[in-house]
């Protein structure tokens, strides 16, 4: 199983990235997605999260910010960050996750840098 996270870099606060998750060695379709971040001294948290049918859920400090999203033909998951601020810098973590079977899996993580 493989999670390579991408999109990740330096951006001026206010501005945009949209990070990128692509999944091999699961049925990505069936599993439930999660970005998560950690910021240096923090301990990590979810950010924002979409099940296999597309339900979405986000973190109050994100909502209305961000969009996750999820290509089943593409394996992938996005995340789609707008408006950023300095305190969303941290790495971010793409998860897949199917609580039913006990199955969860991380990606590397991909840095993002919010400067002010």
């Known amino acids: 199983v493989q999670l390579q996270a991408s999109g990740g870099g330096l951006v001026q606060a206010g501005g945009s990235l949209r990070l990128s998750c692509a999944a091999s060695g699961i049925i990505f379709n069936i599993y439930s997605m999660g970005w998560y971040r950690q910021a240096p001294g923090k301990q990590r948290e979810l950010v924002a999260g979409?099940?296999?049918?597309?339900?979405?859920n986000y973190s109050d400090s994100v909502r209305g910010r961000f969009t996750i999203s999820r290509d089943n033909a593409k394996n992938t998951v996005y995340l789609q960050m707008n408006s950023l601020k300095p305190e969303d810098t941290a790495v971010y973590y793409c998860k897949a996750d199917r609580r039913s079977a006990g199955r969860a899996y991380w990606g590397q993580g991909t840095l993002v840098t919010v400067s002010s």
């Open positions: 979409i099940t296999s049918g597309g339900s979405t």
